[in-house]
C-alpha cells in the first residue's frame, strides 16, 4: 500500500501531530459577564456549567450573529454568546471563538420591534 500512496504514513502523522496540538476543545453558550479586551479576559456565566473564566489572546476571533467579524470590543454585557476554548490549567480556558447569539439589547427590546 505504500509502493501506491507514498505519501499516506506522512500524512496521517503530520494529522495525529496537529491533532495534539489542538488539544481538547469545548464549546458552550452563555451570557457575557465582563469582557476586558485589553487584560485578555472573558467571564462568562454558562447555562449549565456556572460561571467561567476565558483568556484572550491575538488569535481569538469574534463574530456577531449574522457570522459577520467584529472586535472585542462590540461584545457587550449581557449579550448571549457561544464560546469555543481549549482548557487550561487552574480552571481558565484560551477562547479560541466567541460568536454573539443574542446581543443583550434584543433581551429587553419590545415586541414590536
Known amino acids: 500500500m505504500s509502493a501506491r500512496f507514498p505519501a499516506l504514513p506522512l500524512l496521517a502523522a503530520l494529522a495525529l501531530v496537529a491533532t495534539a496540538e489542538a488539544g481538547p476543545h469545548h464549546s458552550g453558550t452563555g451570557k457575557v459577564l465582563s469582557l476586558d479586551a485589553r487584560a485578555g479576559r472573558l467571564v ?18 469574534f463574530f456577531d450573529e449574522t457570522g459577520s467579524p467584529i472586535t472585542a470590543a462590540q461584545i457587550g454585557v449581557g449579550d448571549y454568546v457561544r464560546e469555543e476554548c ?17 446581543p443583550a439589547w434584543m433581551e429587553s427590546a419590545s415586541p414590536e420591534m
Do not use: C, M, S
Open 86 to 102: 481549549v482548557p487550561e490549567a487552574h480552571g481558565l480556558a484560551l477562547a479560541k471563538q466567541i460568536r454573539v447569539l443574542r
Open 44 to 61: 462568562l456565566a454558562h447555562d449549565t456549567e456556572g460561571r467561567h473564566i476565558y483568556r484572550l489572546d491575538g488569535a481569538t476571533r
